[in-house]
Nanobody
């Protein structure tokens, strides 16, 4: 099993940047593909980004391509999400997720979840 804790959320103006971080417990972090999802009020959970076990082949949701970057550090058991050019529609609770094996792109692919961190982008 793996426990996940997100940090780095907050309030930012449109056009600004934030960096989210997810810290994972355990000694088998490198066995897990990692993903970021988000959920706005009254909306379904949305895929944001995912990265493979070794940090290769990042993938992104269409709404964040070119603005967000996912990265991981297996030595530190962390996965980060750098968010640039933020828009009010990026406002949501952001969740870190883990799954054994290859990355997935829907929330049901992931077995382990953090508690979420709020990101609010003001216009």
């Amino acid at each position: 099993q793996v426990q996940l804790v997100e940090s780095g959320g907050g309030l930012v103006q449109a056009g600004g940047s934030l960096r989210l971080s997810c810290a994972a417990s355990g000694r088998t972090f490198s066995r897990y593909a990692m993903g970021w999802f988000r959920q706005a009020p009254s909306k379904e959970r949305e895929f944001v980004a995912a990265v493979s076990r070794r940090g290769f082949s990042p993938s992104y949701g269409d709404s964040v391509k070119g603005r967000f970057t996912i990265s991981r550090d297996n030595a530190k058991n962390t996965v980060d999400l750098q968010m640039n050019s933020l828009k009010p529609e990026d406002t949501a609770v952001y969740y870190c997720a883990a799954r054994l094996g290859d990355p997935g792109y829907i929330s049901s692919d992931y077995a382990y979840w953090g508690q979420g961190t709020q990101v609010t982008v003001s216009s």
